[in-house]
């Protein structure tokens, strides 16, 4: 979408709710909505907000692995590893890992 349909007036938005809508949902193109011309909220349809959060939660969860890298809060994945299958094995003998 070009930027110029992009970008609407809340005034648009309001009287063309439905249109607009419609044409978020067919297109995924988000609408940014302006109001005494500045730009205020963006409108978008559900499949990219969802996506978008889970890109968000997925990007703090690699912050989270690198802030704990960083501050040694690590284990070698061998250790990682061996401790696992000590822990299976104890759980269920005579399981063969």
Request: charged letters at 30%.
């Amino acid at each position: 979408m070009k930027l110029s349909e992009a970008v609407q007036p809340i005034s648009y938005v309001k009287s063309h709710a439905a249109e607009v809508v419609d044409r978020i949902c067919e297109t995924g193109e988000s609408v940014i909505v302006t109001q005494n011309g500045r730009a205020r909220v963006i409108i978008q349809d559900l499949k990219t907000y969802e996506r978008t959060q889970e890109t968000l939660a997925f990007l703090e969860l690699v912050r989270q692995g690198e802030e704990d890298i960083d501050a040694g809060r690590t284990v070698p994945m061998k250790q990682t590893f061996s401790e696992l299958r000590k822990g299976i094995k104890k759980k269920y003998p005579g399981s063969k890992l």
